[in-house]
């Protein structure tokens, strides 16, 4: 791709994000600067979640979409990494926006010399200078060296004439260069051994508009622990706090605030603009922290972290929660009167780790268990789980793939076991239900199966597509005989909205009559897509 579009935004957003998912436990582990709280790399993949659900859907210019995309980013900002990371995506969509040869005002270039790869160059140049201006102290060995260094970058390849990809190439490849090397930058990230926990996480970001850009997807290998030098990092002392909130405040004001809260404590950022700010401090004062932002403007949607002993100020009421993720209304039902929480989920419509969040924190409940039901909602799951222990609250994930695997689940769950022989017996009672399910092919693909065309029948076993026939009927049954041929006890079938009733009753005459082993339920689940969701345990 040659031109940053609209197109190019979402599918760096979503890339990025799927990215961050698989890469948030290893940032996570690796965080040990400015506090050794373990939650850089959800953070990150929060902050990510929050700009990817501002951007709306249907068509938009690309103003509107980076606009957007800036703002959700700045609104969803968590932690002194995610901060940071707003400011880049905000900075980065100012200066595009400006800058791109394709985009026009009043039909005239906005800058006719510059070529896309020259805007993009500029572009990580004057995020990176927005983002050390944003931070009141700031500190190399950390993302900011990491985003300066992928600027230099890629400034010197767009110097050299290179394209659009070459330029992004060459950022993301001087960014891991300097991410090696912030281990020496900072004794904190010696002693303990690891890169920046930050810089880790924009590197993935950087890899993922690599894999956009030349077609290729780039795996990023998030850099592990190496031999420790010295003393644990994580004996490092510290304020006890982290204070963040947004603030409604004229910009005139935010230089001398920013100066006036790194005199109450350490990683002071302070980024936005157009009079909202995100606001975010390490201190051992909260009021006098808040006390600022009122002297200035409104500070609203107030955190307080207690990086030392979260748990011990959380006393939420009694009891076990279940918050289920479901795909119809027959569905919910389901899991409701098993005593599940409920989130609508479907396909194409994942649920947000904010609604997850949001859930537990109306369950009011200490222990948490969560059952995603989808494979790509586990990821989602897994950054609420570890937002969630960040207050004191205990949660555990169950990896349910399946809607029916998510039934097998609840089936078993009883609120008076301990939690976690709750956690096993769900987690088993998932493990060893295998899930299959039919559905109708609405567009020419290929599929692990071959190649399928609009309207044919195609049986889903363990989530790959397995088969393709002409007939629905004729799938179902290939599905179940599949799934029963490593054995089973009992069948489940889920029909879908439209789904036509005979087809359930087909598939069970031939469960009765070939298996007489096995017993089998029907249940409505009212979920699209599917005529038909499949359960063997």
């Given at each position: 791709m040659e031109e940053l579009t609209v197109d190019v935004l979402r599918a760096w957003a979503r890339t990025a994000l799927a990215d961050l998912a698989r890469a948030r436990t290893e940032i996570d582990e690796l965080n040990v600067y400015p506090v050794p709280d373990g939650d850089t790399g959800t953070n990150l993949y929060l902050t990510w979640e929050a700009a990817c659900e501002a951007l709306p859907k249907g068509e938009l210019t690309f103003t509107e979409a980076i606009q957007a995309f800036g703002r959700g980013a700045l609104l969803g900002a968590r932690g002194n990494s995610g901060v940071i990371t707003s400011?880049?995506?905000?900075?980065?969509?100012?200066?595009?926006?400006?800058?791109?040869?394709?985009?026009?005002?009043?039909?005239?270039?906005?800058?006719?010399?510059?070529?896309?790869?020259?805007?993009?160059?500029?572009?990580?140049?004057?995020?990176?200078?927005?983002?050390?201006?944003?931070?009141?102290?700031?500190?190399?060995?950390t993302m900011l060296t990491v985003a300066r260094a992928a600027a230099t970058g890629a400034m010197t390849a767009a110097n050299d004439g290179k394209t659009?990809?070459?330029?992004?190439?060459?950022?993301?490849?001087?960014?891991?260069?300097?991410?090696?090397?912030?281990?020496?930058?900072?004794?904190?990230?010696?002693?303990?051994?690891?890169?920046?926990?930050?810089?880790?996480?924009?590197?993935?970001?950087?890899?993922?508009?690599?894999?956009?850009?030349?077609?290729?997807?780039?795996?990023?290998?998030?850099?592990?622990?190496?031999?420790?030098?010295?003393?644990?990092?994580?004996?490092?002392?510290?304020?006890a706090y982290e204070v963040m909130y947004l603030l409604d405040a004229p910009d005139d004001k935010v230089g001398d605030f920013r100066q006036t809260l790194a005199a109450l404590g350490d990683s002071v950022v302070v980024v936005g603009g157009d009079g909202l700010w995100n606001v975010h401090v390490h201190t051992d004062d909260v009021g006098a922290a808040i006390e600022q932002g009122i002297d200035i403007g409104r500070p609203h949607r107030i955190r307080v972290t207690h990086f030392d002993?979260?748990?011990?100020h959380h006393e939420p009421a009694p009891g076990r929660?279940?918050?289920?993720?479901?795909?119809?209304?027959?569905?919910?039902?389901?899991?409701?009167?098993?005593?599940?929480?409920?989130?609508?989920?479907?396909?194409?419509?994942?649920?947000?780790?904010?609604?997850?969040?949001?859930?537990?924190?109306?369950?009011?409940?200490?222990?948490?268990?969560?059952?995603?039901?989808?494979?790509?909602?586990?990821?989602?799951?897994?950054?609420?789980?570890?937002?969630?222990?960040?207050?004191?609250i205990r949660v555990a994930v169950i990896p349910t793939r399946a809607q029916v695997q998510g039934l097998a689940a609840i089936a078993v769950h009883d609120p008076d076991r301990?939690?976690?022989?709750?956690?096993?017996?769900?987690?088993?009672a998932a493990g060893q239900t295998r899930h299959g399910a039919v559905t109708i092919a609405v567009k020419d693909a290929w599929t692990m199966a071959g190649r399928c065309r609009i309207g044919d029948a195609l049986g889903v076993v363990d989530g790959d597509f397995a088969l393709i026939t002409g007939d629905l009927e004729e799938a179902a049954l290939e599905v179940v005989d599949?799934?029963?041929?490593?054995?089973?006890?009992?069948?489940?079938?889920?029909?879908?909205?439209?789904?036509?009733?005979?087809?359930?009753?087909?598939?069970?005459?031939?469960?009765?009559?070939?298996r007489k082993d096995v017993d089998v339920v029907v249940y409505d689940g009212g979920q699209d897509r599917y005529p038909l969701l499949i359960g063997v345990e």
């Open positions: 400011q880049l995506i905000r900075a980065c969509g100012l200066r595009l926006d400006e800058n791109l040869p394709h985009q026009q005002t009043d039909g005239v270039l906005a800058d006719p010399r510059m070529s896309e790869a020259a805007a993009f160059a500029d572009a990580l140049k004057f995020a990176a200078d927005a983002a050390y201006g944003a931070v009141a102290q700031p500190v190399e060995g659009l990809a070459d330029v992004c190439l060459a950022a993301v490849a001087s960014a891991r260069q300097a991410l090696t090397r912030t281990t020496d930058q900072l004794d904190v990230l010696r002693h303990a051994g690891v890169v920046d926990a930050g810089g880790a996480g924009l590197v993935v970001i950087l890899g993922a508009m690599e894999s956009v850009l030349t077609g290729q997807h780039v795996s990023v290998d998030v850099p592990a622990r190496v031999e420790p030098q010295g003393e644990s990092a994580e004996s490092q002392d510290g304020p002993d979260q748990a011990h929660a279940v918050i289920a993720v479901v795909a119809g209304e027959g569905l919910a039902g389901l899991f409701a009167e098993a005593g599940a929480r409920i989130i609508r989920g479907a396909p194409g419509r994942r649920c947000s780790t904010g609604e997850l969040l949001q859930a537990i924190e109306q369950s009011q409940a200490p222990e948490i268990v969560i059952l995603p039901n989808d494979q790509d909602s586990i990821a989602v799951a897994e950054a609420a789980a570890t937002a969630a222990r960040q207050d004191g301990s939690f976690d022989d709750d956690v096993v017996h769900l987690s088993a599949r799934l029963l041929g490593g054995g089973g006890e009992l069948l489940t079938i889920v029909t879908g909205r439209d789904a036509d009733p005979a087809l359930a009753e087909a598939v069970e005459r031939h469960v009765r009559r070939q």
